[in-house]
């Protein structure tokens, strides 16, 4: 499924809304809240992003901004697989949202191949 630009902006800001309800769940002591820090921060950091990547003013920049997304989106999702693996959270929880950064991931690598691509 191609996705164009609006389509990506809004899929990337509630994969940020769903990271913040997520680390509302998570245990108010030190793990929870160091771990929901760099998760928070990664995983709103994805749709902010993308949204300065759109407004590139060249290629390179596009590309760069890009790559930064694919970095945070791969982040989350390390952060995510602790929680389920620390058993932190039932990793139910955790499936969909796993599932929707890796797909955020994959979209963002294509697009960064395709802009490498394009003359």
């Not at 191609?2 to 809304?17: C, L, Q, S, V």
């Not at 002591?29 to 929901?36: A, H, K, Q, T």
């Not at 994805?46 to 760069?64: D, H, L, P, Q």
């Not at 790559?67 to 945070?72: D, G, S, T």
């Amino acid at each position: 499924m191609k996705m164009n630009r609006d389509e990506m902006k809004k899929r990337t800001k509630e994969f940020a809304k769903r990271v913040v309800r997520l680390c509302r769940k998570l245990p108010d002591n030190r793990e929870g809240r160091l771990i929901g820090n760099q998760i928070f921060r990664s995983g709103t950091s994805v749709g902010a992003n993308y949204r300065a990547a759109c407004r590139a003013r060249s290629k390179a920049e596009f590309i760069s901004k890009l790559a930064i997304v694919e970095e945070e989106a791969d982040e989350t999702l390390f952060w995510l697989e602790l929680i389920g693996e620390m058993e932190i959270l039932d990793k139910k929880l955790l499936h969909s949202l796993m599932q929707e950064s890796d797909e955020i991931i994959a979209i963002i690598v294509s697009s960064i191949k395709t802009s490498r691509q394009a003359k």
